[in-house]
């Protein structure tokens, strides 16, 4: 996912530990982020996404961030941690230049997520699993799905955070004026059309609707306050749906179906390249699913201004066709409601 503009929810500079998340960024919300978000990844990551990273961390004044969806090095415990230092010093000449921005994926689980919380210091005092921050005219929330499945490491972990995004949800709504998009990047996604068995194919989704069918559901709680979009990773294929809630449909219009959306659009985008490959989709395509495509590549983001956001699929199978390009286009006022 490509963007840019930042303030973090807590410390945005942490040194204690592995990889720094830097706050040495403009701060003011009047200009275009754009980024590039390839997930999972491990060191086979695409030659496109890679090249358009490293372009992205030298080529401007002020570097954009670069979100990761989790699921990294597959799996950075191995060999006694050794494939995390390997994956971590090719990261490096991208890295070292340009905010890595990260949550954690299932991939990172082993001894309680201990590669992942020693290997980033991302923003807050959450060790990194929940955290926001701000990106030109969007809010940035980045949030664990994981909470919901290894609840052997503390059930509490699941009701500490939805607790934490419905405060931050409310305060980035206070600030809309300043910050009109909120954006969600997470791990699982609550939706999807592949062909496996993952929490997404479910319509009782764990992350969409919570613990038990009832507690603590991130879908509810996302629509309530007006999140724009929200991205995951995890399935290995790029999938659009419609402004969707509740399994229904809530375009725009016929028309122009992302122009004033009456739900959140999703962003399934975990393709840059895994040893797993790629995942099929059913054979028939959900209503609600918009866009499928089973092919290596990443997408960019173009936060253009507080009103419209274009979205890209790059596919590297293709030698950087663009296999999908969409607008989101959202009014200033009434921002919170989806009418």
């Excluded at 990273?53 to 006694?80: E, K, W």
Aim: net charge neutral; hydrophobic share 35%.
């Amino acid at each position: 996912m490509g963007v840019s503009g930042t303030r973090g929810s807590g410390n945005t500079s942490k040194h204690t530990r592995g990889w720094v998340c830097s706050s040495d960024q403009r701060r003011g919300r009047a200009w275009t982020p754009v980024v590039a978000q390839p997930a999972p990844e491990q060191p086979g990551l695409s030659t496109l996404a890679k090249a358009e990273l490293s372009r992205g961390a030298h080529s401007t004044p002020t570097p954009t961030p670069r979100p990761c969806a989790g699921d990294f090095a597959y799996n950075m415990d191995q060999d006694n941690a050794r494939v995390g230092d390997e994956f971590m010093r090719l990261i490096e000449p991208v890295a070292a230049s340009l905010p890595y921005m990260t949550c954690p994926g299932n991939h990172e689980e082993r001894y309680n997520f201990s590669n992942y919380k020693a290997r980033f210091s991302m923003p807050g005092d959450n060790e990194g699993l929940w955290y926001s921050w701000d990106l030109g005219p969007a809010h940035i929330i980045s949030f664990s799905t994981e909470v919901y499945f290894f609840l052997h490491y503390g059930r509490h972990l699941v009701e500490r955070q939805f607790h934490w995004l419905e405060r931050d949800l409310q305060k980035a709504n206070k600030n809309r004026a300043a910050r009109p998009w909120i954006i969600t990047m997470g791990h699982r996604p609550m939706y999807c059309s592949n062909a496996d068995v993952d929490d997404c194919t479910w319509h009782e989704s764990k992350v969409r609707k919570g613990l038990f069918g009832k507690l603590f559901g991130l879908e509810d709680l996302f629509y309530k306050y007006g999140v724009d979009l929200q991205f995951w990773a995890h399935e290995h294929s790029y999938e659009r749906l419609w402004p969707i809630y509740n399994y229904q449909v809530f375009n725009g219009s016929q028309e122009m179906p992302y122009t004033n959306p009456r739900g959140p659009v999703h962003i399934i985008t975990g393709s840059a390249g895994c040893e797993e490959r790629l995942t099929r989709f059913t054979l028939f395509p959900r209503p609600w699913s918009a866009v499928r495509v089973k092919e290596y590549g990443y997408t960019r983001l173009h936060i253009l201004n507080g009103t419209h956001i274009h979205i890209q699929q790059v596919s590297d199978d293709q030698d950087g066709k663009i296999v999908d390009d969409v607008w989101v286009v959202r009014p200033l006022l009434d921002r919170m409601l989806y009418l």
